[in-house]
């Protein structure tokens, strides 16, 4: 069983910055990319910004890029997400993912991702 767990999620006003963690843990996985998604109320799930393990690419939605920034500890087994410049539609349940099978690709898509956390709330007020 592969546990993926967020967490640094909370309440934050605008124009203010939060730092969320994913760290992996139980059976041992190849991770070769891993994913940060977000759904707000009402609203369906879509990317925020992925990692390819190995070499680092990275890929961002048009809404984060110039404000949020992800990263990865190999060591640790830990996946980042430092966010900045919040916004009040930043707004959501922020979730982490793991893919487990070969790519090369930082992929936007969640069908492409094997392991899911269970989300951490950021709320960013006005």
């Known amino acids: 069983q592969v546990q993926l767990v967020e967490s640094g999620g909370g309440l934050v006003q605008a124009g203010g910055s939060l730092r969320l963690s994913c760290a992996a843990s139980?059976?041992?996985?190849?991770?070769?990319?891993m994913g940060w998604f977000r759904q707000a109320p009402g609203k369906e799930r879509e990317f925020v910004a992925a990692?390819?393990?190995?070499?680092?690419?990275?890929n961002y939605a048009d809404s984060v890029k110039g404000r949020f920034t992800i990263s990865r500890d190999g060591a640790k087994n830990t996946l980042y997400l430092q966010m900045n410049s919040l916004k009040p539609a930043d707004t959501a349940v922020y979730y982490c993912a793991a893919r487990e099978t070969r790519t090369i690709v930082a992929s936007t898509q969640a069908h492409d991702y094997d392991y899911w956390g269970q989300g951490t709330q950021v709320t960013v007020s006005s």
């Open positions: 139980g059976r041992t996985i190849r991770t070769y990319a």
């Open positions: 990692i390819t393990w190995s070499l680092g690419y990275t």
